[in-house]
């Protein structure tokens, strides 16, 4: 998996898509915060393929919104990946938190 695919992930994460949420929410790598839960299995009906839920830890100090507690992710690698790993939770977490440091030392 390189870069690009986990910084579309990031971008992803940190997004806001309601309108309304934006006052309490600015989308900035500062809002990256802790995922809760990833569904597993494959993508719903409704959805593109690639795609899961994930549920987010409300960053300190701000207002529980919406998409903190289920928000879709798009990513036809990862979800490829994680369907593999008996622990999807565990390596979504992963990934993303070694990427963080590997964006944070350049």
Known sequence: MDNSVLFDIINQLIRVSLPENKIYRK???EM???ICQVSDGESAPYEPD????????????KKFIFEDMIFPINSIELHQTTLNYTNIHKSLVTKIK??????STY
């Open 98 to 103: 070694k990427q963080i440091l590997k964006f």
């Open 27 to 29: 989308e900035h790598i």
């Open 32 to 34: 990256l915060a802790p």
């Open 50 to 61: 690639g795609t899961f839920l994930v549920g987010k830890v409300t960053p300190k100090g």
